[in-house]
């Protein structure tokens, strides 16, 4: 009868955490991506707005048309500097979470292996184990046949 693995509770949660990182770092990027999806939207917004401020001082404006404008403009370009910060805060988050999964991943596989190194070491027993009955049955049976046959 084959041995079980020793450190089978260990591979089991090596698995686990290693499952929980990867879940984590799928939510990390989808939300660096989300983050970037709104800084692109906010540059986008700021641009469009920028464009109407084009469009409106070629037809000319009051310069407290301009001024409301340009406040507007203001209060954008800080909501796009807030945002890159937030990138910049997920990207950080994101390659953490890249590390921890790689760290734990390497733990997982170095167990796997051991894992893997001992069932070979169980067949190669129950192989050779199995190889001897067989020589065993083989030798009685000749040993107990007629001479003669």
């Known amino acids: 009868m084959a041995q079980s693995f020793p450190l089978q509770t260990l591979l089991e949660l090596m698995q686990s955490r290693t499952d929980e990182a ?31 401020l084009r469009d409106a001082n070629a037809q000319g404006i009051t310069r407290l048309i301009l001024r409301n404008y340009q406040d507007f403009l203001a209060r954008i370009d800080e909501a796009i500097e ?15 979470g890249q ?3 790689s760290d734990q991943n390497k733990k997982l596989k170095a167990i796997d292996t051991l894992s893997e190194r001992h069932d070979a070491r169980e067949r190669y027993r129950e192989n050779k184990q199995e190889q001897k009955l067989l020589d065993e049955f083989s030798s009685r049976k000749y040993s107990t046949q007629d001479p003669s046959d």
Not at 22 to 49: D, H, P, V, W
Not at 82 to 96: D, F, G, P, Y
């Open 82 to 96: 807030q945002q890159r910060l937030a990138v910049m805060s997920s990207e950080r988050s994101t390659k953490a």
């Open 99 to 101: 590390a921890q999964w």
């Open 22 to 52: 990867t879940r984590k770092l799928g939510q990390l990027i989808s939300a660096e991506q989300s983050q970037r999806s709104r800084l692109l939207m906010l540059e986008e917004y700021r641009e469009e707005y920028a464009q109407r």
